[in-house]
């Protein structure tokens, strides 16, 4: 006996991506709704019949019907696919909640909300066993119950999650809590989490699946599903297959010149989406003159155009004024008395206004730059 299906999670449908441009927020909230007909593809190819959402499919219990609407029907259109919804801690089962205002809209035929803690048949030899969230903090490992739950002698049993498994992960911070054996407790053949937004094996039988489409600058591994083959009742193979359109990266750099940034340049050649497609954030270090900090501006302005998204942190790039500096704003006068006193506070870090000199210092000779662009115009 042969049991298929991908393996999906944290898709938070609605997001609302408010640190973002309008535009941008769109375009990333499109892309989760656009990701469900990529796992589709990724279940076909993959002779899978059954989807797995391992909670937290919608971002939030207040989600306009419309946003709903939309993730139903981007999963009816897959009607050879059933679609298995569980309740996360985004969305829960809360009586007269989300849940119930998604079954008086309409679920589609081929599309199931896994809102109680029963036995589901999973074909004709295995079955599915989930455990949704009904609160946010249910105060209990939710899995607790998979330990007793009967199924035909010979059936392949799969739990269905979302928490933190202990020992893992930010467990301190963590509401739901899922032991670290419950598949060996639980006679699993395999146990589909929802929760960590990486990509995540904690034991051969023991998944997390990640969203498969990025909403943060990841420490971890997200941008995935998993294709599950299980044969008999305890052999199980995993596959991490690519699904997401956009990809987010984080960098940093220590600079002594701008020719330190070439470095970071082929780190965004040899990423493997295009840069229309990348969101990057990067932290710079080091210290800079006047006039090379003025060429990383004007490089963060090309990069920001080629790439999707460019955030350049750069709190922790000193100015340090070359003689050169000082000469490009005039032998003397009052333009080069005031850089000098505020150059003298922002080399000495225990100054009161040390952050604020280093500032004003930047804009003052960037404005003189562009005063002299003008007057040479």
Same mark, same amino acid.
């Given at each position: 006996?042969?049991?298929?299906?991908?393996?999906?999670?944290?898709?938070?449908?609605?997001?609302?991506?408010?640190?973002?441009?309008?535009?941008?927020?769109?375009?990333?909230?499109?892309?989760?709704?656009?990701?469900?007909?990529?796992?589709?593809?990724?279940?076909?190819?993959?002779?899978?019949?059954?989807?797995?959402?391992?909670?937290?499919?919608?971002?939030?219990?207040?989600?306009?019907?419309?946003?709903?609407?939309?993730?139903?029907?981007?999963?009816?259109?897959?009607?050879?696919?059933?679609?298995?919804?569980?309740?996360?801690?985004?969305?829960?089962?809360?009586?007269?909640?989300?849940?119930?205002?998604?079954?008086?809209?309409?679920?589609?035929?081929?599309?199931?909300?896994?809102?109680?803690?029963?036995?589901?048949?999973?074909?004709?030899?295995?079955?599915?066993?989930?455990?949704?969230?009904?609160?946010?903090?249910?105060?209990?490992?939710?899995?607790?119950?998979?330990?007793?739950?009967?199924?035909?002698?010979?059936?392949?049993?799969?739990?269905?999650?979302?928490?933190?498994?202990?020992?893992?992960?930010?467990?301190?911070?963590?509401?739901?809590?899922?032991?670290?054996?419950?598949?060996?407790?639980?006679?699993?053949?395999?146990?589909?989490?929802?929760?960590?937004?990486?990509?995540?094996?904690?034991?051969?039988?023991?998944?997390?699946?990640?969203?498969?489409?990025?909403?943060?600058?990841?420490?971890?591994?997200?941008?995935?599903?998993?294709?599950?083959?299980?044969?008999?009742?305890?052999?199980?193979?995993?596959?991490?297959?690519?699904?997401?359109?956009?990809?987010?990266?984080?960098?940093?750099?220590?600079?002594?010149?701008?020719?330190?940034?070439?470095?970071?340049?082929?780190?965004?050649?040899?990423?493997?989406?295009?840069?229309?497609?990348?969101?990057?954030?990067?932290?710079?270090?080091?210290?800079?003159?006047?006039?090379?900090?003025?060429?990383?501006?004007?490089?963060?302005?090309?990069?920001?155009?080629?790439?999707?998204?460019?955030?350049?942190?750069?709190?922790?790039?000193?100015?340090?004024? %070359? !003689? =050169?500096?000082?000469?490009?704003?005039?032998?003397? $006068?009052?333009?080069? @008395? +005031? *850089? /000098?006193?505020? #150059? &003298?506070?922002?080399?000495?870090?225990?100054?009161?206004?040390? %952050? !604020? =000199?280093?500032?004003?210092?930047?804009?003052?000779? $960037?404005?003189?730059? @562009? +005063? *002299? /662009?003008?007057? #040479? &115009?």
């Amino acid at each position: 006996m042969t049991v298929r299906f991908v393996h999906t999670a944290d898709w938070q449908i609605g997001k609302p991506f408010r640190n973002f441009t309008t535009g941008l927020a769109g375009e990333l909230a499109a892309a989760r709704l656009d990701c469900i007909g990529r796992i589709a593809e990724i279940a076909k190819k993959n002779a899978a019949a059954h989807v797995l959402v391992a909670g937290d499919v919608f971002d939030g219990e207040n989600l306009g019907n419309l946003e709903i609407r939309r993730g139903l029907e981007r999963m009816a259109a897959h009607g050879t696919l059933t679609w298995l919804l569980l309740p996360g801690n985004h969305d829960p089962a809360r009586p007269g909640g989300l849940w119930d205002r998604i079954r008086r809209i309409g679920l589609p035929g081929n599309v199931t909300a896994l809102t109680t803690p029963e036995p589901y048949a999973l074909g004709a030899d295995a079955v599915l066993l989930p455990a949704p969230l009904t609160t946010k903090n249910p105060g209990r490992d939710p899995t607790e119950w998979m330990d007793s739950a009967t199924s035909p002698p010979g059936f392949i049993r799969i739990g269905l999650a979302h928490g933190s498994v202990q020992g893992f992960g930010s467990d301190g911070d963590s509401a739901v809590l899922i032991a670290r054996d419950r598949a060996a407790k639980a006679g699993l053949s395999y146990l589909a989490l929802g929760d960590w937004h990486g990509t995540r094996s904690i034991a051969a039988d023991t998944w997390y699946s990640g969203t498969p489409e990025p909403d943060r600058f990841p420490d971890n591994d997200p941008g995935h599903v998993l294709a599950v083959t299980i044969e008999g009742q305890r052999t199980c193979s995993v596959e991490k297959i690519a699904s997401a359109k956009f990809a987010w990266a984080k960098a940093s750099a220590a600079v002594r010149s701008t020719a330190d940034l070439t470095a970071l340049e082929r780190s965004f050649a040899g990423m493997s989406v295009e840069p229309a497609r990348l969101l990057i954030r990067v932290a710079l270090s080091g210290s800079l003159s006047l006039a090379e900090h003025a060429a990383v501006e004007a490089w963060r302005e090309t990069w920001a155009a080629r790439l999707r998204h460019l955030e350049l942190d750069m709190s922790a790039l000193a100015v340090r004024p %070359a !003689a =050169a500096d000082f000469e490009s704003l005039g032998a003397s $006068g009052p333009l080069v @008395e +005031a *850089a /000098r006193m505020l #150059s &003298a506070a922002a080399d000495d870090p225990r100054h009161a206004d040390h %952050a !604020a =000199a280093q500032l004003a210092l930047v804009r003052l000779f $960037g404005f003189a730059a @562009e +005063a *002299a /662009r003008e007057a #040479s &115009a």
